[in-house]
């Protein structure tokens, strides 16, 4: 099974912008999923993340702004991000547990910028 994530690119300060985590099997043998971002200089930090269950958690840094939601029948999980700002800049990453495995999808990039 293999985690691709999609949508980052440039957006300005305040815009919203709308990740994907595809998954190349069914996210139901996932039991958790989640997003990390690594900024330039900095760790790699959780961001949010959702369980099978559909019970989410979120990065202080983000509450409010972010959305984790999962499409079962897409094997697809989002994260929908508004008001951003100029700190959310990052390599965000895609990563779900399966069978006890830890799981790391390519990132994709998200610059705020005006």
């Known amino acids: 099974v293999q985690l691709q994530a999609f949508g980052g690119g440039l957006v300005q300060p305040g815009g919203f912008l709308t990740l994907s985590c595809a998954a190349s099997?069914?996210?139901?043998?996932?039991?958790?999923m989640a997003w990390y971002r690594e900024a330039p200089g900095k760790q790699r930090e959780f961001v949010a993340g959702?369980?099978?269950?559909?019970?989410?958690n979120y990065a202080d840094s983000v509450k409010g702004r972010f959305t984790i939601f999962r499409d079962d029948a897409k094997n697809t999980v989002y994260v929908q991000m508004s008001s951003l700002n100029v700190e959310d800049t990052a390599v965000y990453l895609c990563?779900?547990?399966?069978?006890?495995?830890?799981?790391w999808g390519k990132g994709t990039q998200v610059t705020v910028s005006s």
């Open positions: 990563y779900g547990v399966r069978y006890g495995i830890n799981y």
């Open positions: 099997g069914s996210i139901f043998s996932f039991n958790f």
């Open positions: 959702i369980t099978i269950g559909g019970n989410t």
